[in-house]
Structures are given as C-alpha cells and as structure tokens.
C-alpha cells in the first residue's frame, strides 16, 4: 500500500506542476502541498494507531495557500508547513509531466475534444 499511495502522491505533484506551466500568463495559480500525517480514516485503516496531527493542522497550508496574500500569483511550487520547500527530484522531469497529462487527457476522453 505504501508504494501506491506514495505513487499516487507523486502523480498529484506532477500534474500540478503541468497544469502550472499551461497556466503561466493567466492570474490562476497552482501548487501543491503536503498536509502533514493526519489522523483521519485513511491513516487508521492503513497504519493502525500511528499518530498523526488534528485534520485541522493539516488544513494550515491549504488555507494559507487559498488566502495568504504573501503567496498571490505564486505557482508551480510545493509547500509544507506553510513554506515552499523542493519536492522530490523526480517530480520535476518534464518528460513524466507531461507523458502523466497525455495519458489523463486519453482516459478523460479529452484527446479526442481537444484536436
């Protein structure tokens, strides 16, 4: 499970950073965050009684990035704890960014309405 999820996790920043590049010139942004571990039903099923922070703690940075005014017109970064902080090496490889954004278009049908 921690394969998948941490797979998962990766796919999130890489889009993000994607959908970054094809917004740059617009007054929409786009980054990405990690929350923290979070006690939620997620991290009971699949890790038991580790600890982790309030589902509140975990909204910090969400709600930092979705008002702050410190952030406004800033996109294309990955946050923790309220910072902008390098994500892991492979997420920024351009060629993965856009191979994942490819594949998403074809299973969202969107290649087809696109051309």
């Known amino acids: 499970m921690n394969e998948i999820y ?3 996790k990766l796919a999130l920043i890489l889009f993000t950073y994607a959908l970054a ?3 740059k010139g617009t007054a929409v942004t786009a980054n990405c965050l ?3 571990v979070i006690k939620t039903k997620l991290l009971l099923a699949g890790f038991g009684d580790y600890p982790g922070d309030t589902p509140e ?3 910090r940075t969400s709600v930092y990035l979705a008002s702050s005014p ?3 017109g800033l996109s294309g970064s990955y946050f923790e704890d309220c910072k ?3 994500s892991s090496p492979i997420s920024y490889d ?3 960014q856009e191979k994942l954004w490819s ?3 074809k299973l969202c049908g969107l290649d087809r309405q696109l051309r």
Do not use: W
């Open 6 to 8: 941490a797979t998962s």
């Open 21 to 23: 590049q094809r917004l």
């Open 34 to 36: 990690h929350p923290g």
């Open 57 to 59: 703690n975990g909204a």
């Open 70 to 72: 410190e952030v406004e």
């Open 84 to 86: 902008a902080l390098p």
């Open 94 to 96: 351009r060629k993965i």
């Open 103 to 105: 594949i998403s278009e």
